[in-house]
């Protein structure tokens, strides 16, 4: 994991939005069949080291804060045909719009290559953990130590949870809501 306590967080959140920026603009500059997500994840971290924004470790570690993000969104809606927004589990009004605009590009394009290609959606002990010190983008985390909500209104860095002090966080489940 990044040392956040070397960089300042907005730096790398910074980061992690470009990169979305970047996966976005390759999907939508390239013929369906010749993008994927991780060939887009390849040139968003080429990109963001070639910019000087962000060190080649850096730039993986936030690679992979996104793909994990994307790939939890994507299986949600492929599990529960539901929309995006009710796997964010907020407000659509109160939440910064290009951010949202951002990520939901990258996960319907996730959507669609995993039914492409007939991947099983995790199982359920295959759930994502997100942890205090990572990067992640907007949603809800839910503590696993006392089950509170964290609302997250754009990609922020996580934080142990306020409540219990707990710093393992997970994605409500569809079966959940």
Request: hydrophobic share 35%; with cysteine; aromatic share 8%.
């Amino acid at each position: 994991m990044i040392q956040l306590q070397k960089k300042s967080a907005h730096h790398l959140i910074s980061a992690y939005n470009q990169m979305m920026k970047e996966m976005r603009d390759a999907f939508e500059q390239a013929d369906a069949s010749d993008m994927s997500l991780q060939k887009s994840l390849d040139l968003a971290r080429h990109q963001a080291v070639h910019l000087g924004e962000v060190t080649a470790e850096e730039a993986f570690e936030i690679g992979e804060y996104i793909k994990r993000d994307i790939n939890d969104a994507a299986e949600y809606m492929m599990d529960s045909s539901a929309e995006y927004y009710d796997w964010l589990m907020l407000d659509i009004e109160i939440i910064e719009r290009k951010v949202i605009d951002l990520f939901l590009s990258v996960a319907d394009h996730t959507r669609i290559e995993l039914e492409q290609f007939k991947q099983p959606v995790s199982l359920p002990e295959q759930i994502p953990v997100y942890k205090s010190g990572e990067i992640t983008g907007p949603g809800s985390l839910i503590c696993e130590g006392c089950g509170k909500a964290k609302p997250f209104l754009s990609s922020d860095e996580i934080t142990d949870c306020q409540q219990c002090g707990h710093d393992r966080f997970i994605r409500r489940q569809p079966s959940d809501i």
